[in-house]
């Protein structure tokens, strides 16, 4: 449900800018229990400092840092030296049993984690921020989105494009009609970390060594590494080189779903947002083989999805790695659009990436007039976070959207994997023409580990 004007936590400008800024969204933003007023701080905890946490721990240093949680040492000890005061973890579930000294948590773990640091927190009713993909798998995703609709939290993924304006504007586009109801939508993204063939592994060292099967050699754990507490629900394996530190980890199926999840959470966000689209009808990916151990370097996927309200059905195909589309390689879309998307309808075209965007054929658009701003810019994506821990405001990329983007990501994973066209009923969480991809859309877990 929607925040109203009656909310007791907004003001009525308030109010207006959140509801500008939901009001584009695929889905609309669930009600937020504030719990402060906006100036007052925060009581954060950060789980996962090293990487990729680091950065965002960084982002959370002018509220109160009370706790830090990392299974590695080293990145514990150098967090510490910039929040000295706040007590240090290991384990994320010993931290959970001190859940009254905090208000909000940062997670920023391994991806076949995050949906076990941040469960707890919103059943506890504390604000979560989570790294992208919001989970390891589908049935996490909707886990996660639930849990947070019933906690009535401030929520956010980290896929921070979707609080750039350039963003903004294509939705204003693309949501005004500029170039006519769009059928078509292609993204594509150059990365290329995966199993590739050993030629083009050849051309690139460090994924060179990703291109062999699982090792069968046992490196030595390095210094202040809980390795069994790395590896938290996923199956047991010795410890090797090439798993950690990330992003090692994340082409390997085990804890990641490499590119397809990771930068499909920024660059599939952008028709997500603009089309209005949840769950897809039918999904198929085309690539090599798929392989047990280690996600792919290039393959594309192609979603159908049907119509929304006068939306028509599009279709969105994705493309990583070496695979481009067609409208690339015949030099229609420029070569400096190295990672892109691009919007097909009916009047015309919208090319754009995370920093920029043109109508096309520009000839036509010269002298177009824009519609007037309709989505709030963002004052940031942690501090719209941490604004709607403070106010009750919302959020464009929290758990409701977010869940929901996650799903179709893994989507894309789960058809490449059974190596043919899936149905999707998202009502039941299966493919009805694919039994086989029931593991990969949930999993079992190692002893000792459950979701619940």
């Given at each position: 449900m929607a925040p109203t004007p009656n909310h007791p936590s907004l003001t009525r400008r308030q109010f207006v800018q959140g509801a500008a800024l939901a009001g584009a969204a695929a889905v609309v933003a669930p009600s937020v229990v504030s719990c402060r007023s906006p100036n007052e701080k925060l009581n954060v905890v950060v789980i996962g400092c090293g990487g990729r946490g680091g950065h965002n721990f960084q982002q959370m240093l002018g509220e109160?840092?009370?706790?830090?949680?990392?299974?590695?040492?080293?990145?514990?000890?150098?967090?510490?030296?910039?929040?000295?005061?706040?007590?240090?973890?290991?384990?994320?579930?010993?931290?959970?049993?001190?859940?009254?000294?905090?208000?909000?948590?940062?997670?920023?773990?391994?991806?076949?984690?995050?949906?076990?640091?941040?469960?707890?927190?919103?059943?506890?009713g504390k604000h979560v921020y989570c790294e992208k993909p919001l989970t390891y798998n589908i049935w996490e995703a909707r886990v996660i989105r639930e849990a947070a609709a019933k906690a009535k939290v401030a929520t956010q993924m980290g896929n921070q494009n979707h609080s750039?304006?350039?963003?903004?504007?294509?939705?204003?586009?693309?949501?005004?009609?500029?170039?006519?109801?769009?059928?078509?939508?292609?993204?594509?993204?150059?990365?290329?970390?995966?199993?590739?063939p050993l030629e083009a592994a050849r051309r690139n060292e460090r994924d060179g060594v990703l291109a062999r099967e699982r090792p069968t050699e046992v490196d030595t754990v390095p210094a202040g590494l809980d390795w069994e507490l790395w590896l938290g629900p996923a199956p047991e394996r010795p410890y090797n080189d090439v798993y950690w530190p990330g992003p090692k980890w994340y082409r390997w199926w085990d804890f990641g779903n490499g590119t397809m999840s990771d930068l499909g959470s920024h660059?599939?966000?952008?028709?997500?947002w603009a089309l209005k689209l949840r769950a897809p009808r039918t999904v198929e990916a085309f690539g090599p083989p798929p392989h047990p151990e280690i996600a792919p370097a290039s393959m594309h996927v192609t979603y159908e999805y049907g119509p929304r309200g006068e939306m028509p059905p599009v279709k969105l195909t994705w493309y990583q790695g070496e695979d481009k589309p067609e409208l690339y390689r015949d030099g229609t879309i420029p070569s400096s659009f190295k990672d892109g998307i691009l919007f097909v309808g009916s009047q015309g075209m919208l090319l754009a990436n995370h920093r920029t965007h043109v109508l096309l054929?520009?000839?036509?658009?010269?002298?177009?007039?824009?519609?007037?701003?309709?989505?709030?810019?963002?004052?940031?994506?942690?501090?719209?976070?941490?604004?709607?821990?403070?106010?009750g405001a919302p959020t464009g990329s929290n758990f409701e959207y977010a869940g929901w983007l996650t799903e179709a990501n893994h989507l894309g994973n789960v058809a490449y994997r059974v190596g043919r066209k899936i149905e999707w009923d998202p009502e039941k969480l299966c493919a009805p023409n694919a039994a086989e991809a029931r593991p990969f859309i949930r999993r079992e877990y190692r002893k000792g580990w459950t979701l619940a």
């Open positions: 109160n840092v009370v706790a830090l949680c990392d299974v590695s040492e080293p990145n514990l000890q150098k967090a510490a030296e910039k929040a000295p005061k706040a007590k240090k973890f290991r384990d994320f579930r010993k931290m959970y049993d001190q859940a009254n000294t905090f208000d909000a948590v940062v997670v920023s773990t391994t991806e076949h984690t995050h949906a076990f640091a941040t469960l707890p927190a919103l059943q506890l750039n304006d350039n963003y903004r504007r294509v939705v204003e586009l693309i949501q005004s009609g500029a170039i006519g109801p769009v059928r078509e939508a292609y993204v594509w993204v150059s990365r290329a970390w995966g199993r590739q660059m599939n966000d952008l028709p997500i054929p520009e000839d036509r658009f010269r002298d177009f007039k824009r519609p007037e701003p309709t989505i709030a810019n963002s004052p940031g994506h942690w501090a719209e976070w941490v604004r709607a821990a403070k106010t």
